[in-house]
């Protein structure tokens, strides 16, 4: 069964909501490093429909322009791209689908097919939420910025079974951030 692994940017006070309006002034090349190396070394992605709006937006305009990143653009551009949203899309980005049936029995059956690597997320708050709560999450990359936001949605919110996990490893970058890993109990 192959595993999915999720990487959120996340405040201290447990906000994942519009990063781009908190976590720019914390980037590094190290936060870059961690947070593309699930991606880049996956060969299927699994997005919800607005981070795959903002992806498709960005990503194929990079490789494109052949820049520092077009490597890991290219790596993007060539891996599955699975977009969970109720309503139909036309997709310009290629290797991209959507999700089709339900997602948690959907999820269960990607899980089961064939494939040389795990499947990474990206965002795509809702469904890391409800894949939690489906016990098919596999692995939880937060990087921790040293900020509390005070508003907004939180990886976190009320629910009613408690969600087990087991730190893996922590690192913490020169901006301060930290980079939790932790497995899914």
Do not use: C
């Amino acid at each position: 069964m192959r595993k999915i692994i999720a990487s959120l940017f996340i405040s201290l006070d447990g906000v994942v909501e519009d990063p781009a309006a908190w976590h720019l002034p914390y980037f590094s090349d190290e936060m870059g490093a961690a947070v593309m190396d699930a991606l880049a070394t996956a060969d299927t992605v699994l997005l919800g429909r607005e981070t795959y709006d903002s992806f498709a937006g960005a990503w194929p305009e990079r490789e494109t322009a052949g820049g520092e990143d077009a490597g890991m653009a290219k790596a993007l551009g060539d891996a599955r791209k699975i977009v969970v949203s109720r309503q139909p899309l036309e997709f310009t980005w290629r290797n991209s689908e959507l999700l089709r049936g339900d997602l948690v029995e959907a999820v269960t059956a990607l899980k089961n097919e064939p494939g040389d690597t795990h499947i990474a997320m990206s965002g795509s708050i809702s469904v890391v939420q409800q894949l939690l709560d489906a016990g098919l999450l596999d692995e939880l990359r937060l990087l921790v910025h040293p900020v509390a936001v005070r508003r907004g949605r939180r990886l976190f919110e009320d629910g009613e079974n408690p969600v087990p996990l087991t730190l893996v490893s922590a690192e913490t970058f020169r901006t301060g951030v930290q980079h939790l890993v932790y497995q899914v109990a």
